[in-house]
């Protein structure tokens, strides 16, 4: 599978972003999708999951009701809405796939896109 994210851009805060992660090679459908990021000087940290059914979601206790993850397998894309952006959402945006459901670690992820960068000013 390769993944390609795609959204990221310049919002003030109290805006919103869509990201995008489309989807290419084998079947998208069998794979949980996330997205992760990683802001300036940090580790790279978990977001969202969207399981591989569509059937469930799982997200950061701090992100909670300002993220929304959703997919659409018909177009091979996983999506991040992202609501209320805050300084502190400003990271490099990344979409990776799992066979497994729900995953917080990085390891437990075996494709992953490219990233895209989000700023976040205050």
């Known amino acids: 599978v390769q993944l390609q994210a795609s959204g990221g851009g310049l919002v003030q805060a109290g805006g919103s972003l869509r990201l995008s992660c489309a989807a290419s090679?084998?079947?998208?459908?069998?794979?949980?999708v996330s997205w992760f990021r990683q802001a300036p000087g940090k580790e790279r940290e978990f977001v969202a999951a969207d399981s591989w059914t569509g059937g469930g979601t799982y997200y950061a206790d701090s992100l909670k009701g300002r993220f929304t993850i959703s997919r659409d397998n018909a177009k091979n894309s996983v999506y991040l809405q992202m609501n209320s952006l805050k300084p502190e959402d400003t990271a490099v945006y990344y979409c990776a796939a799992s066979t497994y459901y729900p995953r917080t670690q990085q390891r437990d992820y075996i494709y992953w896109g490219q990233g895209t960068l989000v700023t976040v000013s205050s």
């Open positions: 090679g084998r079947t998208f459908s069998l794979y949980s």
